[in-house]
């Protein structure tokens, strides 16, 4: 049973089956209310439909735009006490328009790396890519299951900047995994730590975290 209360597998076995597992725990928290649908949250109550509860934030924190949401990550993101703080690289950003990071990279040309007789090249794809994903004045919305992004104030000539010094620091794995073949490194710039991905020679991942 799934913790969204759907079944993992087929056949499926109908609510009056004595076979049938009954189970009203949801995220965090929640419990089901059988008859009405709803989630009870102790203060409210959640409509998994609309992905939002049916009353504000009780509280009256502002804590955002919206006080009928839900937390990204319900099991992660849990402050009882109001006094854990978001890092740069977790807070999510708004999406941005696409225009936006094709005016800035109008200029770009591209880096080629180069380690013994190998060649590692970032070209505008790969850093559009990186940006949307990644760079909160540019991000496109996307969202993956280990989503981080940079700080604010990382610019172009800083991203193409940190993937060379964290190539630096993987020089002896570059040149014996070569240009062939798709894997990642990691290293640390300025005190943060960094993946860069590659794809037969080209670098289209590059984000903070660790392997």
Not at 143 to 154: G, I, N, P, T
Request: proline share 6%.
């Amino acid at each position: 049973m799934l913790t969204w209360g759907e079944p993992e597998c087929w056949p499926v076995l109908t609510v009056n089956d004595p076979r049938n597992l009954t189970c009203h725990l949801r995220f965090c928290g929640q419990y089901e209310d059988e008859e009405s649908g709803l989630f009870y949250n102790r203060h409210r109550y959640y409509e998994s439909d609309t992905g939002q509860y049916l009353s504000p934030d009780p509280l009256n924190l502002s804590g955002g735009i919206n006080p009928y949401g839900y937390v990204h990550d319900p099991v992660n993101w849990i402050d009882p006490l109001g006094l854990t703080g978001c890092s740069p690289s977790t807070v999510m950003p708004k999406k941005q328009l696409p225009h936006t990071v094709v005016n800035e990279l109008k200029t770009f040309r591209g880096k080629d790396y180069h380690f013994g007789n190998q060649t590692f090249k970032l070209d505008k794809a790969g850093m559009k890519h990186i940006l949307e994903r990644h760079h909160p004045d540019f991000w496109d919305g996307s969202v993956k299951a280990k989503q981080s992004f940079f700080s604010r104030d990382m610019s172009v000539n800083n991203v193409t900047d940190a993937i060379g010094d964290i190539m630096k620091q993987n020089r002896d794995t570059l040149i014996s995994k070569g240009s062939i073949g798709k894997y990642q490194i990691s290293g640390q710039y300025k005190g943060q730590d960094y993946v860069v991905g590659f794809k037969n020679g080209r670098i289209g991942q590059f984000y903070p975290g660790k392997l």
